[in-house]
């Protein structure tokens, strides 16, 4: 990003990086204690020790001059540049943000169509439903309940400005004929990767292939950067760039100081200019990301042995579809674990296997569920029961087939038992009880 022009204001006798309240070792140590709980005897020896040393700083340590937007910012996301084999991206917020800041640049107006998949989280259309756009929800493949290309193609109209295909739970979408419609009909795409950090398609990796993609580093997500963030990444010719300013209004670092009134400028959208938001990340969160970045492949790879090994157990029944652990074209993150049961054979839906599984003490994860039943949508004049009837196979996996599992972090035990817990269960189902 260049030098902060803020900052950049040759030699000074009174400098104007000196505005804000520094952390001092205290407050150092208030944050150990935060980013590393325990309690007991020894917890306390050691936090006391560590505290002996701590502040030993004090005397000898300068705190940084800068915490916002800053080289710690640049190195998480040159981390990401290269991970992904992508020249640019911006660090922000959250994937909403990024979301927000393709929006943006597509010009959405009230009564623009923006298609979405019928299963997903609100963060994917809080922006065009804030702004009157009109939703059109794309039904689910039942394989995978990502968007369905061919149901994409039916609902395009004149209208559609935008498709955002979302790699649920970490598992591609096939973007392929969905890259093909969108420049036919000259429709911009906003890959929603929030799950997808790592993923790969036909040899590309998730989040380069769209106009947009926004991944999520979120507390939940595979990595994190304490707690909120997300990369946003463009294909758009000549965007990357404007990207870094449309993060933190429209501001150009690498402009002095004294032009400050001139070069705020809006930002270039596809038909017209837009003014930028504020999504700027912190120089703490910039060095966690970093750091997370690094471990991806490490933790994928559990992730995979652990989706592995179920995928092994559920061949037991076959009653239970296993999650589809993918192949040299479509390399999902394994950020959930997709199970199916087929109802017909496993003698119920997949709510009396949700409700034993609960009983058997296995989490339910809070569920990617049909979009046009949120509240929010119908309180927006959305009829879901209308929508329902376009999007029949959605219906059909969400309330009789599908749940999520989780896969990280677990111990042998942990995932055994929930294997068991499962197949205990279908085999309950199977007997009528
Ligand atoms: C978490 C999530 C988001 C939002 O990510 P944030 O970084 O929290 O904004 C978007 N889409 C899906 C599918 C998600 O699960």
Redesign the pocket.
């Known amino acids: 990003m260049g030098t902060d022009f803020r900052y950049n204001t040759g030699a000074t006798r009174v400098p104007w990086a000196a505005v804000g309240e520094n952390y001092n070792v205290h407050d150092l140590m208030e944050i150990i204690a935060f980013l590393m709980q325990g309690e007991g005897k020894e917890y306390d020896d050691a936090m006391k020790a560590v505290w002996e040393q701590v502040k030993k700083l004090e005397a000898v340590a300068t705190p940084p001059g800068k915490l916002s937007l800053g080289s710690n910012v640049e190195a998480a996301e040159k981390a990401c540049n290269e991970y992904l084999g992508i020249d640019s991206c911006a660090f922000v917020t ?3 943000a990024g979301f927000e800041i393709a929006y943006k640049y597509a010009g959405l107006k009230a009564g623009d169509e923006v298609i979405v998949p019928a299963i ?2 609100v ?2 259309m809080a922006y065009p439903l804030a702004i009157g756009c009109k939703l059109v929800f794309a039904d689910v493949d039942p394989k995978t309940i990502n968007m369905d290309p061919e149901d994409v193609a039916r609902k395009i109209t004149d209208k559609t400005k935008m498709i955002v295909p ?1 790699h ?1 739970g970490g598992y591609p979408v096939d973007l392929d004929p969905i890259m093909e419609l969108a420049k036919k009909h000259d429709i911009l795409v906003l890959e ?1 990767a ?2 997808a950090f790592g993923a790969m398609y036909k040899g590309r990796k998730i989040g380069t292939i769209g106009d947009f993609a926004a991944f ?3 507390e939940v ?1 595979n990595i994190t950067s304490f707690g909120e963030g ?1 990369i946003v990444t463009t294909n758009v010719p000549g965007f990357a760039g404007e990207m870094k300013r449309a993060r933190f209004l429209g501001l150009d670092f690498t402009c002095p100081i004294k032009d400050w009134l001139y070069n705020i400028t809006p930002i270039q959208g596809k038909h017209e200019p837009f003014v930028a938001g504020n999504y700027s990340t912190t120089e703490i969160q910039g060095l966690g990301l970093k750091l997370q970045v690094a471990r991806n492949e490490e933790i994928i790879e559990k992730r995979r042995k652990a989706a592995e090994y179920l995928t092994k157990r559920f061949t037991e029944n076959d009653a239970i579809i296993p999650q589809d652990l993918g192949n040299d074209d479509i390399k999902p993150t394994f950020h959930l674990y997709l199970l199916q049961i087929d109802p017909a054979k496993a003698g119920g839906d997949v709510q009396i296997l949700k409700k034993k599984l609960e009983e058997k003490g296995v989490t339910q994860i809070a569920h ?1 569920g049909p979009l046009y039943r949120f509240k929010v949508v119908q309180d927006m004049g959305y009829d879901s029961d209308e929508i329902a009837k376009t999007c029949p196979n959605c219906e059909e996996v969400f309330y009789k087939r599908f749940t999520h599992l989780p896969l990280y972090g677990l111990s042998d035990e942990q995932l055994e038992y929930m294997a068991d817990a499962v197949l205990e269960s279908v085999a309950e189902m199977q007997r009528g009880e």
């Open positions: 959250n994937a909403t997903t989280f963060a994917t979302v649920i929603d929030a799950h999520s580093m979120h997500k997300g990617f």
